[in-house]
């Protein structure tokens, strides 16, 4: 009856992320060393990912309610969402007249410690602003003059912010462009996004999307050297509340999977990737595509399996299909290293029947460099080809080779369903895998990844290729 009486308690606290129980133990003031215990015991049960039904019995059951109470509270205190939130509530109730004397006093106290490093400055300057006309018109001079000091004194400040947000979206957009393929130099933003993070006067937002956008800039170009330096500052100011939320922090545990993924810590990447999704957020598809691939990796296939069924009710949710058709990409992949050749196929084939025009907008290499992989275990040489001729594959993967790094599995998986069915002969057959890897002698990754290919089907292909897969 004790286990269960604290099986609330032990739900919540599986939920809760190191750096959140890392800044409650550097702000609790506890007086009563059992709280203290018990905030110790989460604290260990987070960062190691142990059981969380392992609390003490013994200790009165009010007191892990109480300190229940006292985390969301705390936690709620700094939460940079839960800020936004209320000037976004705050500026709607003065524009229809709305706002009430308490209310009122927390603007005042938030003048008091606001400055450009606030997480969400500009969007409190803005509020400022509405209310500093709410008062001018009500006569009320002493408060209009405590909101115009603010104003006056930041006006530089938060023009400068304005603008910092403008560049921003152009680094970003240089940024995904690059990242989509497109000829955009995303490297020329890296020491000015490292100024921003570094400058402890800017906006705390703006700080960790500039980090955010060095990352990309890190994983596209695989160099991991560029952040490797940057993430002890940006835990630094989650540590100490400046720029926590749950949301932003689960965002940056899969910034951190990729990071060690960049570096082949895969084993590392797994532990931030299973942080990332603790919670669920807008992104939680994304991250979970992101574990699944590196639980792959490590062959920790099984795992991946299970993990992809049991986040299946984000696909349902999500609009954004550069997450869905990669989670449909995992997905199949998972389900065909555990030889679940025909499930992979018909999930697949259900998928693109359904969302063809997205499948071939966002992500189709990879859509279809495993759905393919599943009919030739399947022996759908007859579809493949079909499934060629409706999309023109080769020519898309003709057209978009350049783009990102290529990868030969499209084309081979034609070429060997084209030689099952006779249309193409031995020779023919050699010559391409013999035109292949010249294409890939400067790119010693995917000249791996087609040897293992042809190492995988050697069986189906003529005898000579076997000098190919070594």
């Given at each position: ?84 939130k209320k000037i976004h509530e705050l500026s709607y109730k003065i524009r229809v007249d709305s706002i009430v004397y308490e209310e009122e006093k927390l603007i005042f106290a938030q003048l008091k410690k606001t400055d450009p490093s606030y997480f969400f400055f ?149 532990k931030y990737g299973y942080l990332s999704i603790r919670d669920i957020t807008h992104d939680s598809l994304l991250y979970t595509n992101n574990l699944c691939a590196v639980l792959m990796r490590l062959n920790r296939n099984e795992e991946a399996l299970k993990l ?163």
């Open positions: 009856m004790a286990k269960k009486a604290l099986q609330s308690f032990a739900d919540f606290a599986s939920k809760l992320l190191p750096h959140e129980t890392g800044y409650l133990l550097q702000i609790q003031k506890f007086e009563d060393p059992e709280r203290l215990e018990i905030l110790k015991k989460i604290h260990d049960n987070v960062r190691h990912s142990i059981d969380h039904n392992n609390f003490d019995q013994s200790i009165d059951k009010r007191k892990y309610n109480h300190l229940k109470n006292w985390i969301i509270d705390q936690l709620n205190k700094v939460d940079v969402d839960v800020r936004l500009k969007e409190f300057y803005e509020l400022v602003l509405s209310y500093r006309q709410f008062l001018l018109i009500r006569l009320r001079y002493r408060d209009h003059d405590l909101t115009d000091d603010f104003i006056k004194k930041y006006k530089d400040e938060y023009q400068l912010t304005k603008d910092l947000f403008v560049r921003l979206h152009d680094a970003t957009y240089d940024i995904v462009r690059a990242y989509s393929g497109n000829k955009a130099d995303s490297l020329k933003w890296e020491n000015w996004l490292r100024d921003v993070i570094l400058d402890e006067k800017k906006q705390g937002f703006l700080r960790y999307q500039a980090f955010v956008n060095l990352m990309f800039i890190s994983h596209n170009h695989k160099r991991p050297d560029l952040v490797s330096n940057l993430f002890h500052v940006i835990e630094f100011h989650f540590l100490n509340g400046n720029f926590y939320s749950k949301r932003v922090l689960l965002n940056y545990y899969n910034m951190k999977l990729m990071y060690h993924a960049g570096l082949r810590e895969y084993e590392e990447a797994v992809m069924q049991q986040q299946s009710h984000l696909i349902k949710t999500s609009k954004n299909y550069y997450n869905r058709v990669g989670y449909v990409a995992f997905y199949m992949e998972a389900m065909i290293k555990n030889g679940k050749f025909r499930q992979a196929e018909s999930y697949g084939e259900k998928f693109l029947n359904a969302y063809k025009d997205e499948v071939l907008q966002f992500r189709w290499h990879l859509f279809f460099s495993i759905f393919l992989e599943a009919m030739v275990h399947n022996k759908s040489f007859e579809k493949i080809s079909r499934i060629n001729s409706k999309f023109k594959l080769l020519d898309l993967h003709e057209k978009h080779s350049r783009n990102f790094s290529y990868n030969p599995s499209i084309p081979f998986f034609i070429q060997l369903s084209f030689y099952q069915m006779t249309k193409v002969k031995s020779d023919d057959m050699i010559a391409f895998l013999e035109h292949t890897l010249n294409q890939l002698n400067e790119n010693p990754e995917e000249e791996k990844k087609l040897k293992k290919l042809i190492k995988t089907w050697i069986r189906h292909l003529p005898e000579r290729a076997a000098k190919f897969g070594r």
